[in-house]
């Protein structure tokens, strides 16, 4: 299908509109950084998002699906056209604060999004910022996925910061499985015989675990913690637990996946004269995303026009878990990564925070907010465009369900 390329006049525009609104929206993503909130308490970063965004003539939709830390910014156009959110993700990690960088995230979705109105002023469409909470393990998109806040969308763009750009990278599926044993208590050394070690269950189930991974095949995870080991030494745990996340490249694989660690963790209890608790978060279970290749494309062309690349590599190597995927059941996602220069360390560590709350971070953000304006702009200007991506969406669906 025949491509319309971006005019030089529009891209310019676009650019220019970038740069303008650059200091702003560092000033957004520091601040977001110093208040750091865990998932679904998120408010001082929903409440600077909207305030952002409602000033630069975005009408705020609160409470969006129901959660008190979602919203929906909307800027309309004239008449029909396609409707193009930027999913701004905004909740920090326990302890490590903004380390896997959703400050930014955050800030070049509303960057983004606000370039664009500026550089088209007459588009047909709406052009949507969604605040996404609880990206973290508490499944925020799943819900607003349940509340149909992804509904009648054409696209929808974010970026992720990371230690190289990777435009077209996979995630897996991922499903969380709590295990609880019950035993007896006795006193360790005078009377151990009378006791039943719920904890011998717990530390059976990961030595299970870590003989099955030889046979587990490529892309599937299995890691847990204990997260009740017993209250002394001297005496025998009548309880202990553990949570596991279980991992693989179907939704399929996962769950086929988490029931051989259920397995083993039934083994476990049996061995050790243990009852056994199981719970499985299915509720809440991350859906594999698989990028969008019309989507990925246009985001490359959109990093040669601000003088950057796409670094490749493998698209199933160091792959993590998100629930960007269940929003990709419901809408063509672009998710690619994009490099915080000079960092060394991935994310989720404390390097990956420091750099990208310094000047490196700002150098990424201004691109950022480049890179997916400019792809937006491709998705209103150009309807053959729009149509590989929502084609491409269909294929993964029918592939999915197959």
Not at 65 to 92: H, N, Y
Not at 133 to 150: D, H, M, Q, S, T
Not at 328 to 350: F, N, S, Y
Request: charged share 25%; aromatic share 6%; net charge positive.
């Amino acid at each position: 299908m025949k491509q319309t390329p971006l005019s030089p006049k529009l891209e310019r525009k676009i650019i220019a509109a970038a740069d303008s609104l650059l200091p702003a929206a560092w000033s957004l993503a520091q601040g977001i950084f110093r208040h750091p909130e865990l998932c679904y308490q998120e408010r001082y970063a929903c409440r600077a998002l909207s305030e952002f965004l409602e000033g630069r003539g975005f009408k705020i939709t609160p409470r969006a699906g129901g959660l008190e830390t979602a919203f929906a910014a909307e800027k309309r156009g004239r008449g029909r056209g396609p409707r193009i959110a930027f999913l701004a993700e905004m909740d920090a990690l326990p302890g490590l604060g903004h380390a896997c960088g959703h400050h930014l995230i955050a800030a070049a979705s509303a960057g983004a999004a606000a370039a664009l109105v500026s550089a088209l002023p007459s588009f047909a469409g709406s052009i949507l910022v969604i605040g996404t909470p609880a990206e973290e393990g508490g499944a925020g998109k799943i819900r607003l996925c349940r509340a149909g806040v992804f509904k009648n969308l054409d696209a929808a763009l974010l970026v992720h910061p990371d230690k190289r750009t990777e435009v077209f990278k996979r995630s897996l599926g991922a499903v969380e499985l709590h295990f609880e044993f019950i035993g007896r208590a006795a006193h360790a050394a005078a009377e151990p015989e009378a006791g039943v070690n719920a904890l011998d269950a717990v530390i059976q189930t990961f030595n299970a675990v870590a003989l099955m991974r030889q046979q587990m095949g490529d892309g599937r995870r299995v890691h847990g913690i204990v997260t009740d080991g017993g209250t002394a030494a001297n005496i025998i745990p009548e309880r202990a637990a553990a949570v596991f996340l279980a991992r693989g490249f179907t939704i399929k694989d996962t769950l086929e996946l988490a029931e051989r660690v259920k397995n083993c963790a039934r083994g476990a209890a049996t061995a050790a004269g243990a009852r056994l608790r199981t719970r499985m978060l299915k509720d809440k279970m991350y859906a594999p995303y698989v990028p969008n290749r019309p989507l990925g494309q246009a985001f490359k062309r959109a990093l040669g026009r601000i003088g950057l690349q796409d670094e490749g590599g493998r698209e199933d190597e160091g792959m993590g878990s998100t629930d960007v995927g269940n929003a990709g059941l419901e809408v063509p996602i672009l998710h690619p990564l994009m490099r915080v220069p000079g960092v060394k360390a991935g994310v989720h560590t404390p390097e990956f925070a420091r750099a990208s709350s310094g000047p490196a971070g700002r150098t990424m953000l201004g691109q950022a907010i480049k890179a997916l304006a400019l792809t937006g702009a491709e998705l209103f200007t150009n309807p053959a465009l729009l149509k590989e991506v929502k084609a491409d969406h269909r294929e993964f669906l029918r592939r999915m369900r197959g």
